[in-house]
Structures are given as C-alpha cells and as structure tokens.
DNA sequence: ACTCATTATGGGAGCGCTCCCACCACAGCA
DNA sequence: TGCTGTGGTGGGAGCGCTCCCATAATGAGT
C-alpha cells in the first residue's frame, strides 16, 4: 500500500542502493541515472519512511526544544525564540520536538535522554541543576538558550545583555536623568545580573552612580514591577529602568494609579521590545533582543555541534528602541 | 556502546522477545520475569530506540502541531493552547513535533505528508484552502483547533463561542445598557461570525436591538481595536463588546486618547482572557476560553482518532469573567 | 495416566532504509 | 597486452525493535 524504496528502484530499473543514492543527492550517480530516478519517485509519489532512514543511519534529523511550561505561559518572548528556532530548523531540513516541561519531574524526560533527537536546544533560565546534569549525562550535542550558573562551560546563546545595560545609562544620562532608580531582575539569573552591574557601572563611569536605594529587585513580571515601584518611588527618582519590559508594564501602570505618568514625571526604561512594548501608554522605550535571531543562531550552532565542527557560545547584539516613555529632563511638555 | 535490548535479555536470562514484552507491559510475562527484566534494563541504564521502535511498530508516538507562524507571534493564546497540547500529549505518553508554517509554502510540509507523525493538530484559522486540502490526503488521523470554513466535516476543537456572545448581552443588558456598540472580527472567520451573530441575536432577545451604525469590523489586532473605535465613539454607546481581548485592549487605549475613560463613560468587555486582561487599565471584564483545555482536548481526540474509535468535535464551555471595565450604567464613579 | 486447554517463553522474520564492500566497464599508461 | 585507477552500480548485511507463530511448561478434566 506504501511506496517503498524498492517499489521505486524497481520502478527506474536501478538496485535500492542507488534509488538511495540518487533520492539523497549522492555525486556518484550519473546526473541520468538520478533524474530518472527522481521522476519515478515523483510519479509513484514516494516518500522515505522517517523511521527506517533513522535507525539506519542512526541520526534522527531531529532537535528537542526543551521549555519549561512557566516560561511560555508567562513571557511572550519565549514564543519568539521558539519562532526562531523553527524557522531556522526548516530551513536546515530538522524538525523541532517541542518538550514543555513542567519542572515537577525533577529528571529529565525521556526524549531528552534517548533516542529521539540528534541534540538539544534548552531554554535554560528556569530549570533546576539536577535537571540540567542529568541531561548532560546524554552526552547529545547541546545549545542553551540564555546562561545558566550552573553550567558556566556550555555552548550558550544570549543576549548582550553588558551592552544593553550600558545602552540604558548612557541613554538616560544624555537626557540629562541623574538620579536614576533600577527595578532590577532576580538575581539568581545571570542575565538579569548583567543587566544590572553593567548598567550600574556605566552610570558611575558617568559620573552619576546609583545610591543603593534606588536599587530594587523584582521578578521580571508584572506584579512585581508594580510592588518594585512603591519601594523607590517615594525617593523621587527622575527615571526608572526596569529590567524588563513586564516589570516596566508594571511600573507604567503603578505611576499611573500614584496620580503620576511617563515620561512626564518619571522616564521609564525597559528591556526585551515585547510586541506588547509599543502598545503600552505611552509606548516603551526598551532594549531590543531580538529572540528570533537567538532561536537562529541556536539551531545554526546545533548543525555545527552535530557535524562535529568546534563551535563557540554566541552574543546576540541588542539595541536601544526609543519611544515616549522617556524624554529630557527638565523640559516638561504641555 | 548502547545498551540495546538484547542486552537487557541476554543480562535478565530471557528472551528478546520476552524482554519486550516485559518492558512494554505485556499482560503474558510472569509477573517474576517482568520485575527481574526491568531490573535488569534500569541497571543497565537501558532505553528503547525510538526510530527502531517506530520503524518495528508502524507507529511513532508523535503528533505533529502545524502553527501558522504569524499567529504565535501576534496571538499569545495560540502559546496557551501550545501547552496545552504538550501536557496532555506527555500524559499519553506522546511527543510533539513543533511546526510552524510560515504559510509562504503553498503546500503541507514533508513531516505533515508523511511519515513523521501519527496525527495531526492543526491550528486552523489562517491555513488556505489548498494548504488545508493538501493535508487532508495524507489520511492521517486530523484534529484542528478552531473550526475552518472549508472544512465542515472535519474534527474540531472550538470554544462555546455562541454562548460566550450571549454571555456578553446578558451582562451588558443586566447592568443596564442598552446602547451598545460592537466591534466585530474578521468575519470571514467562523469563530469572529459566531461571536457577533450570537451576540447581536441575544440583545434583540432582550429587547435591544443593536443598530446597525453601532456595529464596525476589527481584524483582531490591537491597532484595529484603536481605529474600529473611531467609527462608533461618535454614536456614543455606553458599552463596547470587541470581539477579542487584543481589540478591546486597543478600545481602552483608543478611549484613553480620546479623554474618555472605562468604565466610567463606556463598559468595554473583551473575548479571550488573555493573561494581558487583567492587567491592562481597567482590568477587562471579558469571556475565558481556556486554550490549555482545548489543547488538552485535541490530543484526547486525537488518541481516539489513533485507537481506531468514533470521535467527535469538541466545544469547550466559556465563561464570563468580570473585572473592572464594566459596570452598571447611571451609577457613575467619580 | 492421557488428553486438551492455558500460560509463559523462544525463534525468527521482517519493518524500510543506509552504507560498506565488491564488482564491472572502460579509460589511460607502461 | 596487461595493470591500475576511477566513475558508476549492485548485493547484502545490518540498524533495534515488534509481533506472529511455534514450542515448552503447567494445570485441569475424565
């Protein structure tokens, strides 16, 4: 009932091996032999039987995008990079196996392990060291996402996040903000660490440093943006860099129930560009990651991993968006 | 190098055979054998190779997830439902091949055609006619989340969009409007069609008609939410019903700049419950779909498909959630 | 004690493909 | 004329598993 291999050598008048052989664009055939080949594979409307084709050539064509089910429900960007990952993965002729991982099963799940998948790509923020070492035992070729501590050695894509921190002072500093406060990230997170000392050391190197309290920390989300606000509002800070955007959200939308709004009061300062970003009131200025870059080059470093070629983590550039929500100071409108 | 289960056998003193069996649960190994057998393969660190499982079988254990790549960009309730299919598919012991169409390709990809996949869930709403049909000859079992207009017949996974359009008059007639505005989605959609006509059908059941002037067509984006407010502000209605949270987002922005205020001058309720609802300003009363369900639902169905046994399309129930956007009307707050 | 069902196990044939190796034809060269 | 090289092809051995069928071990019935 299905077309195989053979039904098609059969059909070309050729062994399976080069019906194979032709199908797979190996140079050894005569450009004769594989065109006709070809067109009786077309006509007979073959295709190959994925199972058969890995287990003899033991390779799957395969990723495993690992996502811990938090991150997608609550962070838009994830979804970009998942975006990415697909798109660059089709353009290299894989499939993706989306693993969401609730974090409840403390070992890594199955397809991780074995078989399913030529290597891994893992967003890595949120899993647990144990889980992370017990992937490693697989010994599969593997891209994380974002940094993680524990695993200080491994083939990373990030953000630049050094850079945009810097980007972030630099940007208030030239409207002239000189007490600036900082919604931090969670500090157990390397990028939500970066984002805060490499901002905070090129306010000093400007001459402008940040005192200790106007320094908080949040969660990157929402709700904590808004409690952030109320620890350093009452400091009278004439601009406030969140860490992100949803702490920014949040930020936005405490000015707002304080009788207070951006940028007339307060500049306000994100990071990631959401789409969302553009829709808030008044429009973000933030930091643009770029996650499908990030899912692109994950998958590009993947293909080279699995072709044994020697690979290094990548950086992915970032660069200031400006909108409304920040202005000079002093120079109030309306 | 790879434990493979001849060596389990061969380790536990049994067969291949019986190691399989014993392995996969079969009810004919003596309860002695199975537990010394799985004793053995844990030992041995022992884990079945998929593709030759697949290739043995006929079976893959996987169901390929087609997703238009501009709705997880723009829509973060297709993420939801995403979840949801990978919880529910990790329960039934199922991977999920992630695949997005970036639908420049007029045909189903090669993993939809054949060979990859034992099942197909589709995300409809924005496949073509020709990419929808393409599909369909593969035979696989199909499941589509949200219904398509040129498949009737197909299996579906759709939310209770009547009731939630009846939902909608009810509150807005119960807190006293009787002037309200639409602004409908795209109504070339099924479920954009079912919102308005249910909706409208509903209030003329209450004796308020809603006029046609008061009744304008958004595309489900945020900006059309904005620009759809402009032809009905005008008419000054006391509450708007936009068909999907992103839209009435664009409402409560539109308002905003317009000097006007939710719910104060006009109630606004939203469709989706998107996680952005509750914290836009004001918090949007609007109707829950729970795309984690239906996620849940299509792979239910979809083992039935794969078991062989009779299926049918599924609605999932919606329910009102109200927040602050609305409130009864003459009763105006400060 | 002998048959017949029942339960537990082993043997072995594939699943459809890839890839190694052998082979052939024919060229060029001594 | 024979020898090595080379481009093209065929043969066939697996990849690791599942599943059908045969066989062996057990128990029940007359």
Redesign the pocket.
Known sequence: M????????AGS????????????G?????????SRVQAVAKDLG????Q???N?????TGTVALVVPETNLLENPWVALVITGVCRAARRSGRSVTLWMDALSTERAPEVVRHGGADGLVIMASAFSREWISDVNTTRLPTVLVGEHDELPDAITVGSDNDEGGRLVARHLHELGHRKVAVLAGPQERPDARERLSSFLAEMALLDSPVPHYLVAEGDFSVGSGLSGLTSIIDEQPTAIFAANDLMAAGVLRGLRLAGKSAPNDVSVVGFDNLPIGKDLEPPLTTVNQDPLAMGEEAIRLMDRMIDGEPVESAVIPVKLITRRSTMPINVPLD
Do not use: I
């Open positions: 299905v077309v195989t291999l053979d039904d098609v050598a008048g050729v062994s399976r091996s080069t019906a194979s052989r032709a199908l797979s190996d140079a050894r055939v005569k450009a004769a032999t594989r073959y295709s190959p039987n199972a058969a084709r287990l003899a050539s033991g390779r």
